[in-house]
T-cell receptor, first 108, second 114 residues
């Protein structure tokens, strides 16, 4: 399974757009890119998934360049409640491999 | 529509004891995976059950075993508990093994081994 690299932590302010970039140099042809959000003492929650180009849903956008060696999760106009750990995962039908994730801290 | 349900929510066991954790998957899901999450770390994959059989396994010793029932619910058993087994145990369900896609996680069982 492809290994992912993300920043350990990020700070931002309420109302700002936050972009979290994930590196996955060894991504395989069949791999999808999936992002999860986790609050303390809760299970991870699916945010968004993509294969290439751009995917947008009601909570986030996912940008994937043509070489698919990285991806960027974009959270528009964050609020205090977006403070959480965000995990980038790469894989297909296989088991999920979580890295350490990015701790996002939103400041008032 | 109920999501993934895990029981119990908290558990305290003594070193050397055995523990059983339970999981009911989201309605419509047929695959259950179990994860161990130590404090401050990402979840670590233990194993996955599909059609009542263990389909994949992570790097965990045989002390960790599981079972899936015909109704797709699952149990995680841990024997000879060690202090290092203290963690949040997460159950995730999905459809037909698409774990990399849209798995639904439960809130977990917090196991403390003393």
């Amino acid at each position: 399974l492809a290994k992912t690299t993300q920043p350990i932590s990020m700070d931002s302010y309420e109302g700002q757009e936050v972009n979290i970039t994930c590196s996955h140099n060894n991504i395989a042809t069949n791999d999808y890119i999936t992002w999860y959000q986790q609050f303390p003492s809760q299970g991870p929650r699916f945010i968004i998934q993509g294969y290439k180009t751009k995917v947008t849903n009601e909570v986030a956008s996912l940008f994937i360049p043509a070489d698919r060696k990285s991806s960027t999760l974009s959270l528009p106009r964050v609020s205090l409640s977006d403070t959480a750990v965000y995990y980038c995962l790469v894989g297909d039908r296989d088991k999920i491999i979580f890295g350490k994730g990015t701790r996002l801290h939103i400041l008032p | 529509d109920a999501g993934v349900t895990q029981s119990p929510t908290h558990l305290i066991k003594t070193r050397g004891q055995q523990v059983t954790l339970r999981c009911s998957p989201k309605s419509g899901h047929d695959t259950v995976s179990w994860y161990q999450q130590a404090l401050g770390q990402g979840p670590q994959f233990i194993f996955q059950y599909y059609e009542e059989e263990e389909r994949q396994r992570g790097n965990f010793p045989d002390r960790f075993s599981g079972h899936q029932f015909p109704n797709y619910s699952s149990e995680l058993n841990v024997n000879a508990l060690l202090l290092g087994d203290s963690a949040l145990y997460l159950c995730a369900s999905s459809l037909d093994g698409w774990t990399g896609a849209r798995s639904t996680f439960g809130s977990g069982t917090r196991l403390t081994v003393v």
